[in-house]
């Protein structure tokens, strides 16, 4: 098991910024592959942001890119998420997810790349 914990998430107007993070528990936080999903209401969990476990190699959803940043800490076990010009359908609650991996670059965009996952973190932004 590796428990995560998400922080950050809140109430933010259009065109504003959050810095979503992740702490791991457990020594071997640099083993795993780490990556944020979000799921809207009635709506499916989506990818969000990935990143491979020494940072090497990162990957985003379209719907993302160019105004998020996924990054992390091995040394205290975080991972983070900076979201900038952030719009109303950005809102949802984004989850956190960690999985081993055996490679420095690897990167998994699917909730099947992932064995566990935090709770959630609501982000709402309003109009």
């Known amino acids: 098991q590796v428990p995560l914990v998400e922080s950050g998430g809140g109430l933010v107007q259009a065109g504003g910024s959050l810095r979503l993070s992740c702490a791991a528990s457990?020594?071997?936080?640099?083993?795993?592959?780490m990556g944020w999903f979000r799921q809207a209401p009635g709506k499916e969990r989506e990818f969000v942001a990935g990143i491979s476990r020494s940072s090497e190699l990162t990957r985003y959803a379209d719907s993302v890119k160019g105004r998020s940043t996924i990054s992390r800490d091995n040394a205290q076990n975080t991972v983070y998420l900076q979201m900038n010009s952030l719009k109303p359908e950005d809102t949802a609650i984004y989850y956190c997810?960690?999985?081993?991996?055996?490679?420095?670059?690897?990167?998994?965009?699917?909730?099947?790349?992932?064995?566990?996952w935090g709770q959630g973190t609501q982000v709402t932004v309003s109009s």
């Open positions: 997810a960690a999985a081993p991996s055996l490679y420095s670059s690897d990167v998994a965009t699917t909730t099947g790349g992932y064995h566990y």
């Open positions: 457990g020594r071997t936080f640099s083993n795993y592959r």
